[in-house]
């Protein structure tokens, strides 16, 4: 049978808890740096995720001037540029059906701008069901609209709107919209 002393037991306990803080250091130094990607967006009864484009910057504390939960704005353009400003809002859902949703505001839009046209956008790696047109008047203005439904029987949609300005948005504004479609999680409830 081996003998062992009490010096040696010690010598073992702490060299296990040096090993344990190591792993655990690195493990959460790994978890953080995954999770650091993610904006999180909270209110009354909710919470989402949504990935900041490469080159946009996120803004809550702006947000609410813009009837959003969350902005994200070109970090090159100056703050208070409206150009590829893209904003994120939950909404309260009525029911499953985001293009009943889409014809409302379609209509509204129609009775403000009499000359307004409507074009499907077709947005890639979504994993919910989702709306997308853009909503222009040629070099007045081009809104870039989505309805996302985050899943069956939850409570909120998300809205994501980007305004292009005079006219249709660029191949890198287009590619910070969809991203941040891709990107959006709805966490809670």
């Not at 946009?56 to 703050?79: C, I, M, R």
Request: hydrophobic share 40%; aromatic share 12%.
């Amino acid at each position: 049978m081996p003998s062992y002393s009490a010096s040696g037991a010690r010598n073992a306990v702490a060299r296990f808890w040096v090993c344990c803080t190591i792993v655990f250091t690195l493990s959460f130094s790994s978890f953080a740096q995954q999770k650091l990607d993610q904006l999180l967006v909270y209110g009354d009864n909710f919470l989402f995720s949504v990935r900041e484009p490469a080159g946009w910057k996120g803004d809550t504390a702006s947000a609410e001037k813009f009837h959003s939960n969350v902005v994200l704005h070109e970090a090159t353009q100056p703050a208070e540029s409206l150009a590829g400003l893209i904003r994120v809002r939950l909404s309260d859902k009525t029911d499953e059906n985001i293009s009943a949703d889409m014809e409302d505001d379609i209509r509204s839009y129609r009775a403000q701008y009499p000359k307004i046209q409507f074009k499907d956008i077709a947005i890639r790696n979504l994993a919910h069901p989702a709306v997308a047109k853009v909503f222009y008047v040629p070099g007045q203005f081009y809104e870039y609209v989505t309805y996302m439904n985050p899943g069956l029987g939850k409570p909120f949609i998300f809205s994501v709107s980007m305004n292009s300005q005079k006219s249709e948005a660029t191949a890198k504004q287009l590619g910070a919209y969809e991203s941040t479609l891709a990107s959006l999680k709805l966490l809670k409830p």
